[in-house]
């Protein structure tokens, strides 16, 4: 979007100016995100006017594919930027079923000078989208729109998806044949006729070869599509109906999750982009997928309109769009719909057994499944109690829809590790797995789910046959290949695990995204490498207590305490615990990080809460702290709970001070000897 000379506007306490992509109040910056600044001016230059939303669209995101929902989110955005409250229209008035009008009086600034005392020349906004097209024709423009200069750079065209092969430099042998005078020259030089028979041929292979990197093989297979489907937008900003925007989308991806010809980015890849403006480039870019699905919901009493976009990222081309709408009481109807919508859009084929898994189900209760919808919506928050009471509600409404018992396992499960609540939500974790897999012996979730329970309550070794099995028939499906790398870990195969979590990243790159760290690099001494695959956008609790213990095991402990410190705020956990703990070791605070680590283990102990590798940790920071007898106490604890990396255990440079010591040795062997029964039962 460009404006003209003279924009400068005042309205109100606030000043705007275009040139500067600034918004003042009383001379105090205000932040606006780059659409939302775009909209205002939008908005200012038409004071008065209404403009319908079709203008809106042109002017502010032309050349891009969004949804009407982005421009619901960006008006309240702006509303509660200038300080509209409580549903007042003091400066953005909204006109029902036509657009808006911005109604506070504007008065046009002079124009300002540059150092020379020429009129300022106002480019383009370095925020907006360079493919936008300014005001939409039918408005006046309030001035002039300055053509670009010879100084002035174009913006990039979008950047495709070309497959790699396309980018290589053809051999130099063909790129030579390509030149003319070339093959009458090399004809001439040949003097016999063998010599013409071998030019030929040289000459043949070289044009084959050069065919070979200008077009590649179409026999090559076809890589799935990526695919994101985003968090709905609640366009009528009823928080009563939050929980609609990302349990519905999660709902999409559970269904498609089955479908080969998909890679499907998992809930907790797009939980970050729920109630946010979406740039669907940025986000496909950050997703690393080629085909976005985006939509908005509104919900109006019992009445419900769903609406969706789908588009290809490459080209910016619809594929499709949508409306539903149906009574509040039909929400299972929405991800039928929608998936059948995604299919016929994509042209997808599809085998008997993964048609047979997208029939309608119409099974569960309206009210049980709308408990259901909003238990996943708290799971995705992290709110493991709260989920765990909606879940619960669901399933006994309808005791017979299994993905409410998969998730109510898994609600039960984060509850038991992360909120320390123990033996007993592991036990009906486990339950309610059981009664997923009675109801649905298929479902991949609840046999993931009930393979990382194993694992983190000791065993492994049964984890390792139902997630191979689950892979033998689900295809390349990336959460199964990092959690079959997550089992290794625990029994020492480095190699093997390493190898399923980079399968896991090949399929899915944002399986790195969703709070998941890779500590096989770390149980491996490649500490650069770990740090380097850690999320670089993640602030949860979690990976900034990884981002620390990296930078622990590197010799930055200021860095580390930093680090530490800041997950403890962000969240009181086990891991953060053993952080804050490690903490105080870098202080100096001895008798303050034994006080965090005593009244952790006796609160494991007392709960039962099964996560071995958190015991570890938990030893390790006693060695940090110097209390070598504890340390190997928890650390027995540890290798017979069920983690058992003996490679980790022999070289691991944080337990070098208890290497000497006779307890020490026997762990190592016990760590060993499991370890190597592993190798054979499922190696060799």
Same mark, same amino acid.
């Given at each position: 979007?460009?404006?003209?000379?003279?924009?400068?506007?005042?309205?109100?306490?606030?000043? =705007?100016?275009?040139?500067?992509?600034?918004?003042? %109040?009383?001379?105090?910056?205000?932040?606006?995100?780059?659409?939302?600044? &775009?909209?205002?001016?939008?908005?200012?230059?038409?004071?008065? %006017?209404?403009?319908?939303?079709?203008?809106?669209?042109? @002017? /502010?995101?032309?050349?891009? $594919?969004?949804?009407?929902?982005? =421009?619901?989110?960006?008006?309240?955005?702006? %509303?509660? !930027? =200038?300080?509209?409250?409580?549903? !007042?229209?003091?400066?953005?008035?909204? $006109?029902?079923k036509q657009g808006y009008r911005f109604v506070a009086p504007v008065s046009e600034m002079p124009v300002r000078e540059n150092r020379n005392g020429a009129a300022a020349r106002l480019t383009p906004s370095a925020h907006a989208d360079p493919m936008a097209a300014g005001s939409p024709a039918g408005l006046p423009q309030a001035t002039s729109a300055v053509a670009p200069t010879e100084n002035t750079a174009p913006s990039p065209p979008p950047v495709a998806l070309e497959p790699t092969a396309a980018f290589v430099t053809p051999p130099a042998s063909s790129a030579a044949a390509a030149q003319p005078g070339f093959l009458s020259a090399a004809l001439k030089s040949a003097t016999r006729p063998f010599q013409v028979v071998l030019v030929l041929c040289v000459l043949a292979i070289g044009a084959l070869a050069y065919l070979h990197f200008?077009?590649? @093989?179409?026999?090559? /297979? !076809?890589?799935?599509?990526?695919? @994101?489907?985003?968090?709905?937008?609640?366009?009528?900003?009823?928080?009563?109906? &939050?929980?609609?925007?990302?349990? =519905? @989308?999660d709902a999409l991806i559970t269904k498609l999750d089955y479908v080969s010809s998909l890679s499907v980015r998992p809930s907790s890849a797009v939980e970050k982009y729920r109630g946010k403006i979406i740039d669907p480039r940025a986000v496909a870019a950050d997703l690393e997928v080629d085909t976005l699905l985006t939509g908005g919901f509104l919900r109006d009493g019992d009445n419900l309109r769903i609406t969706y976009q789908l588009f290809d990222v490459p080209t910016q081309k619809m594929l499709g769009r949508g409306t539903i709408d149906l009574r509040y009481g039909n929400l299972?109807? /929405?991800?039928?719909? $929608? /998936? !059948?919508?995604?299919?016929? &859009?994509l042209a997808l084929k599809l085998s008997a057994a993964e048609t047979a898994h997208l029939k309608p189900d119409f099974s569960s209760s309206p009210l049980a499944y709308e408990y259901y919808l909003r238990g996943v919506d708290l799971h995705g928050q992290h709110e493991f109690p709260l989920a765990i009471q909606m879940l619960e509600k669901s399933t006994e409404l309808d005791p017979n829809y299994a993905l409410a018992w998969a998730y109510l396992g898994a609600s039960y499960t984060s509850d038991a590790a992360f909120e320390l609540g123990g033996r007993e939500q592991y036990r009906r974790a486990q339950a309610a797995y059981e009664r997923a897999l009675t109801l649905d012996p298929s479902q991949l979730e609840a046999r993931m789910f009930l393979a990382n329970l194993l694992i983190d309550t000791g065993r492994v070794e049964e984890s390792i046959p139902l997630l191979r099995a689950a892979l033998r028939e689900s295809g390349s499906y990336a959460p199964l290949h990092w959690e079959l790398g997550y089992a290794y870990r625990f029994a020492g195969m480095l190699a093997e695990s390493l190898a399923e979590c980079e399968r896991a990243l090949q399929i899915d790159p944002s399986v790195k995204s969703n709070g998941s760290v890779l500590n096989t690099y770390l149980y491996r001494g490649e500490y650069r490498e770990f740090m380097a695959s850690l999320p670089q956008i993640d602030e949860g609790a979690f990976v900034t207590f990884y981002r620390g213990f990296g930078e622990y095991y590197l010799g930055d402990r200021d860095a580390a305490a930093r680090h530490f410190d800041r997950a403890f705020e962000i969240d009181v956990s086990l891991y953060t615990r053993i952080g804050k703990a490690l903490s105080h070791a870098i202080k100096g605070q001895r008798a303050d990080g034994l006080e965090v680590l005593k009244s952790l283990e006796e609160e494991i102990e007392r709960r039962g809460v099964g996560d071995p590798e958190g015991e570890y940790k938990l030893a390790q920071a006693y060695v940090a702290l110097g209390d070598h007898a504890s340390a190997l106490r928890v650390l027995r604890v540890s290798v017979a709970g069920g983690f058992f990396p003996y490679p980790y255990l022999a070289t691991d440079p944080l337990l070098d001070p208890l290497r000497r010591q006779r307890a020490f040795t026997d762990i190592l062997t016990m760590s060993l000897t499991r370890h190597e029964a592993f190798r054979t039962q499922f190696f060799h």
């Open positions: 979007m460009s404006w003209g000379v003279g924009s400068l506007y005042a309205f109100d306490d606030f000043r =705007l100016e275009p040139s500067e992509h600034l918004l003042l %109040r009383n001379g105090q910056a205000v932040p606006l995100p780059p659409r939302a600044f &775009d909209l205002l001016v939008f908005l200012v230059r038409n004071g008065g %006017r209404l403009v319908t939303k079709d203008q809106i669209m042109q @002017a /502010v995101w032309s050349g891009t $594919v969004v949804e009407e929902a982005n =421009l619901t989110v960006t008006i309240s955005a702006l %509303r509660r !930027a =200038l300080g509209d409250k409580d549903g !007042a229209s003091h400066h953005i008035e909204t $006109v029902p200008r077009h590649p @093989a179409s026999e090559t /297979v !076809a890589q799935p599509r990526s695919l @994101a489907i985003l968090p709905l937008q609640n366009l009528k900003q009823d928080p009563d109906s &939050d929980f609609l925007g990302f349990s =519905l @989308a299972l109807r /929405v991800q039928d719909e $929608v /998936v !059948a919508h995604i299919v016929r &859009d």
